[in-house]
């Protein structure tokens, strides 16, 4: 029994590892005519307890509360109020594919002038405009603040953004897109990592799915697919068909550092030649020690501070001549690498000269 067990876990191990690597179409390519439009909008936030914008540091706040309460008949032309409870906001959401008069979708409120907090605030009617310039929908509703501040006269405690909130389904949609995606003849499969392997595999799945050629790489990042050749009825159908594909990506060779936090990142197939590192640490060190001259008691004379300076350079002993072995994998490449024993910060550099003596063969991004 244990055998049987033993073996079928064994099984079970080689099919997930076979498979880790198998991605969904959906999560490789964009296609064409199902994306998202970006709306903005400018409005008030009312209500707020006493954290809204002062008028004088932010006329524009003024202004648009001027022009409200005219278009909803109140005349306050030579007025002057200066409400603490009302704040200017930036208003932003995404206008999702094939969104429909009457749906909702989430938007996100910002203050943009000197606000100290949007909690408990009620974003009023405000047109969002896409970049055509047209309005597609109306955001209104309570703004659900990111954080909370409090201060007093000596102290000040701010957890989170409280200048920035959200509202969901805050916008309806008044307008839609103008597309049809169901009398398109083809549909263009846009890589989101363009890659001449993984496009290959693209082309060939989606033709032995449908047991015809139906598809087309046209370059690195696009494969064209027919639907009239795939006589599936419309392109809805033939998304909802080939999406779920699995495909097995290639990616290139990358390593990835973010110098801000000392973060290294390596892709799998990152591969090292042989190669010899040193590194050592530098230091200069500086010391200013004054001295005060005065003259003797009775003596005609003045103070006057003598300068006396020290400099010492001091060098470390750091890391005298390594071999780092060829890596064929990964995990060799690491071992290699952490035998230097060195800092995160440190190997940051020592890969960057590892790269520029062409010893490291992958592409280098530093962020």
Do not use: C, W
Request: aromatic share 4%; proline share 4%; hydrophobic share 45%.
């Amino acid at each position: 029994m244990r055998r049987v067990l033993l073996a079928l876990l064994v099984t079970l191990m080689s099919v997930q590892a076979a498979a880790a690597g198998v991605v969904r179409l959906k999560d490789l390519v964009e296609f064409d005519g199902v994306r998202g439009n970006d709306l903005i909008g400018y409005g008030l936030v009312v209500g707020l307890n006493g954290t809204g914008d002062g008028l004088r540091n932010a006329p524009f706040t003024e202004e648009i509360m001027a022009n409200i309460l005219e278009r909803l008949g109140v005349n306050v032309t030579g007025e002057q109020f200066r409400p603490k409870n009302v704040a200017a906001v930036m208003v932003t959401a995404t206008l999702p594919p094939f969104a429909r008069t009457g749906s909702q979708i989430d938007v996100t409120v910002s203050a943009i002038g000197d606000s100290k907090s949007l909690l408990g605030g009620t974003l009023i009617m405000t047109p969002l405009n896409a970049a055509d310039g047209r309005i597609y929908a109306v955001a209104q509703g309570t703004v659900l603040a990111g954080g909370v501040a409090a201060e007093g006269d000596a102290a000040k405690v701010v957890q989170g953004v409280p200048t920035s909130g959200v509202i969901p389904s805050g916008a309806r949609v008044e307008r839609e897109i103008e597309f049809e995606l169901s009398s398109l003849s083809n549909v263009r499969l846009a890589l989101r990592d363009p890659d001449f392997t993984t496009a290959g595999r693209i082309e060939a799945a989606i033709n032995r799915a449908f047991q015809r050629p139906v598809a087309q790489m046209l370059d690195s990042g696009t494969v064209r697919f027919s639907v009239s050749a795939a006589d599936v009825g419309n392109a809805a159908h033939a998304i909802g068909q080939i999406e779920n594909l699995l495909i097995e990506p290639e990616t290139k060779a990358r390593v990835v550092v973010d110098q801000r936090s000392g973060t290294i990142v390596m892709g799998e197939d990152v591969r090292l030649s042989r190669v010899a590192v040193a590194q050592g640490n530098l230091t200069l060190r500086i010391d200013e020690t004054p001295l005060v001259v005065q003259p003797n008691p009775f003596a005609r004379g003045e103070t006057v501070v003598v300068p006396r300076t020290g400099a010492t350079i001091q060098q470390d002993q750091g890391i005298q001549l390594a071999e780092v072995p060829e890596g064929t994998t990964l995990s060799q490449v690491v071992s290699g690498l952490n035998a230097l024993g060195v800092s995160p910060r440190d190997m940051i550099d020592i890969l960057q000269s590892i790269k520029a003596a062409g010893a490291l063969h992958a592409e280098f991004l530093v962020r």
